[in-house]
């Protein structure tokens, strides 16, 4: 946990619906700087939904998101971006036909990183490995030179987490970078989380991988029917009653 | 630490450059394998208009490289950017009327109207597309044709700029040549730039807003700016191309709206193939001078270009040029026994 406790992202009173149904209702939490917070609920939950009201891919009916006492709800997702808020995608579509390093020149090139290089970036494309090898492509396998579309499902989340990071962002928010993965590669992923957050970045990470998540996350929110239903630390959390009744049989781990 | 990035971005360098399939020339065959399609296109076109017979297919010519800039203009829009304008009449017409206001009422020369109606309407253009850039593909195609309808609509109801007789423009280009080797000029210059566009930094941008314009934004980068300036770079050659017709006529009037400049330059666009920008071009230099021959079916081209829209897209989706492109590749690995 983050020593100053100093709030990043404040979450205040948010609802979404899509026609009847109540995607979020009245969400509230804070983000605290350095933290990794773990979001968790069965599918249809509105986690994802929540993740596009923060980064502004989706406008709430009520409430509002700040970060840094900046209101976001207002702005539109490449603003929210240029700010340092910054999120995976669940689905992953790479620029299929370009190499992957070619993927981080459109990060690159955005407002928010000229004007943290002040324009001495140098090379883009080698900039582009340099992140690359920092989310775990091995260059001395040429893995960041292959066309993306040949690439498989963990480097492309992988590629994903990059794309964020090209920005140098103060939030990143993953989701389900962990899913669909081998236990190799989610092993080989979590000290590339554990990284970036000794670097200084604040994450939400989404997650159906319990296990995992509990290893890497400081505090967790669980959702379910669009409601927050528990937060704290991860051992409280899953002890929760109303926790284990929304998972009951959903996670047969 | 310098030197250690230095010595990385060196190593790099070496990988990129293969990957790219751009290799070290290391010999004759090599640079000519590099450069004889390139020249035997830039020779080709600056020759053809030499050896045409007549003053008559040297008009045809002219309105050729004319489909062949609108056809590119197209094809770099539609398949780098992703947005398909079917009303590319629109900018044929904004820029021959913008021309030919200036020269016939208030007198500019040809130098000033050309390159003020190119720069003016694709500004304008860009304005009138503004509000229709957050749709993407099928809305926004459909939203283009309305435009290039309804502009001579308007100017038929307001009776203004010669309404439906059209206006005289005294400023007319001096005689063929310098016709053709004007637009053969600008036609070689777009064609390179556009080319050398796409494959920069900002021309992947403008690639991935068309693959996936989700992530661009979450990257940070305001897409619909990129968008506008992409409708911008379109519409100012389809200006130039009005601009200069209107001077090649001495004319100006609403068939500067005709459905052709809309429609021949995707049927080239399909024939030539989409993304390879020399191929639309191509695509006209084959189209035009046909129809020009079978002018007894006349009435009949818009059918004419439909069918062969139709049996391109069914028999050979990838067009002449990405077929020609790839058996010239294996022709390189073609050895002696």
């Known amino acids: 946990m983050s020593r100053n406790e100093e ?4 979450i205040r009173d948010v609802s979404k619906s899509f026609g009847g149904v109540k995607a979020v209702d009245n969400v509230s939490f804070d983000l605290v700087e350095g933290e990794i917070l773990g979001l968790i609920g069965p599918n249809g939950s509105g986690k994802t939904t929540l993740i596009n009201i923060v980064t502004g891919f989706v406008k709430p009916d009520s409430g509002k998101v700040f970060f840094k006492g900046k209101e ?22 790479p620029y299929h036909s370009l190499p992957a390093f070619k993927n981080l020149i459109v990060p690159l090139y955005s407002p928010r990183v000229k004007r943290s290089s002040g324009g001495k970036l140098g090379d883009r494309d080698a900039v582009g490995i340099d992140l690359l090898e920092e989310v775990g492509f091995e260059r ?21 987490l990059s794309r964020c990071l090209a920005l140098r962002p103060e939030v990143i928010i993953c989701d389900e970078v962990l899913s669909g993965l081998s236990m190799a590669e989610i092993a080989s992923m979590i000290p ?25 996350a400081n505090r967790m929110i669980v959702m379910n029917f669009g409601e927050k239903i528990a937060e704290g630390i991860p051992e409280e959390v899953m002890a929760n009653k109303r926790v284990r009744e929304a998972y009951l049989g959903v996670e047969a781990e | ?54 003053m008559y297919w040297q008009k045809v010519m002219v309105s050729m ?18 947005l398909v304008c079917l009303g590319g009449a629109l900018f044929t017409g904004i820029g021959a009327y913008i021309a030919g206001i200036l020269n016939s009422y208030f007198g500019l020369p040809l130098v ?123 519409s100012a050659i389809g200006c130039f191309c009005g601009a200069f017709l209107v001077h090649q006529y001495g004319w100006c009037g609403q068939s500067l709206f005709a459905l052709d400049f809309s429609i021949l330059p995707i049927a080239a666009t399909v024939l030539g193939g989409v993304g390879t920008l020399v191929g639309p071009l191509l695509g006209s230099c084959i189209l035009v001078p046909l129809v020009e021959i079978l002018r007894a079916i006349h009435y009949l081209r818009i059918t004419f270009y439909c069918i062969v829209l139709l049996a391109f897209i069914v028999f050979k989706p990838e067009g002449l040029m990405s077929w020609a492109q790839r058996k010239y590749h294996q022709f390189e690995h073609w050895e002696k026994v």
């Open chain 1, 7 to 10: 709030v990043v992202l404040q």
């Open chain 1, 72 to 93: 976001l709800t207002k702005l539109p997702p490449h603003k929210i971006a240029d700010l340092g808020v910054t999120r995976t995608f669940q689905v992953m579509r």
């Open chain 1, 140 to 160: 001395d396998a040429y893995v960041p030179y292959k066309i993306a579309s040949t690439l498989p499902l963990g480097y492309l989340k992988r590629l994903e």
């Open chain 1, 192 to 216: 590339v989380m554990e990284r970036l957050q000794m670097n200084g970045m604040t994450i939400i990470m989404i997650e159906h991988r319990i296990r995992e998540l509990l290893r890497l």
């Open chain 2, 1 to 54: 630490m310098v030197t250690e990035a230095r010595r990385r971005e060196r190593l790099d360098r070496g990988i990129k450059v293969r990957t790219e399939r751009l290799y070290a020339v290391s010999g004759w065959q090599e640079i000519a394998y590099l450069v004889v399609p390139r020249l035997v296109l830039i020779l080709g076109l600056l020759i053809l208009p030499l050896v045409m017979p007549s």
């Open chain 2, 65 to 82: 490289f004319v489909f062949g800039l609108l056809a590119m203009a197209f094809d770099f829009l539609a398949h780098y950017v992703g």
């Open chain 2, 112 to 234: 000033l109207t050309i390159p003020i109606a190119t720069l003016g309407g694709g500004l304008i253009s860009t304005l009138l597309l503004l509000p229709c850039l957050p749709l993407r593909g099928i809305y926004f195609a459909i939203i283009t044709i309305i435009f290039p309808l309804a502009v001579p609509r308007i100017i038929t109801a307001l009776n203004i700029w010669g309404g439906t007789e059209g206006m005289t423009v005294p400023g007319v280009l001096p005689n063929v040549w310098v016709e053709l080797y004007l637009i053969l000029g600008v036609v070689l210059i777009v064609l390179f730039a556009l080319r050398r566009l796409v494959n920069e930094d900002y021309g992947l941008v403008l690639r991935g807003i068309k693959d996936n314009d989700q992530a661009v934004k979450a990257s940070g980068i305001n897409i619909t700016l990129y968008k506008a300036q992409a409708v911008f770079i379109t």
